[in-house]
């Protein structure tokens, strides 16, 4: 067997090796919300690696999978981190009634404070999900959205008397 054979699938298997990496997406930083004990994390939805560029966070949407889920109780204490990598000047934490798909709570941050905690009021969950969206600004651009899900605790009774 000539050294070209011998070599060919060699150069084959690091030319795949190439075309899979070409194919991957350089990670994001992470967000991350605690309830308690519990705690889930995800990367961003959409995020502009280059300082340079911006997102926009009006059409930025989930992708790939739903949203990570948090069950939750109306006056819970719920944290909301923000990897520091992110390199945020400033972030925001927004939660939108599912049914009104309004904003139903927004706080924001400096870049410095990394971790912030809230409580959850009961109007958030009136619906049972709300969705929870974290977003990272750089000198004033959005650079990166992260999604999560809060759904109500069904064996939360507090809410009743606003469903009723």
Do not use: N
Request: proline share 6%.
């Amino acid at each position: 067997m000539s050294s070209y054979h011998r070599r060919l699938p060699a150069i084959a298997l690091a030319a795949a090796g190439v075309a899979a990496l070409a194919g991957c997406e350089k990670p994001t930083p992470v967000a991350t919300v605690v309830r308690g004990s519990d705690s889930v994390h995800t990367q961003a939805a959409c995020y502009a690696h280059d300082e340079e560029d911006a997102v926009d966070e009006r059409k930025c949407q989930p992708r790939g999978h739903p949203p990570e889920k948090i069950v939750v109780h109306a006056g819970d204490a719920l944290g909301v981190g923000l990897d520091p990598a992110s390199g945020a000047t400033a972030w925001r934490v927004v939660v939108f009634d599912t049914a009104r798909r309004g904003p139903v709570l927004e706080a924001r941050f400096s870049g410095e404070q990394t971790y912030r905690r809230f409580q959850v009021p009961a109007e958030v969950l009136r619906f049972g999900t709300a969705e929870l969206r974290v977003v990272a600004y750089v000198d004033g651009k959005a650079r990166g959205v992260w999604f999560f899900q809060l759904e109500r605790d069904p064996a939360d009774k507090q809410l009743d008397w606003i469903q009723g």
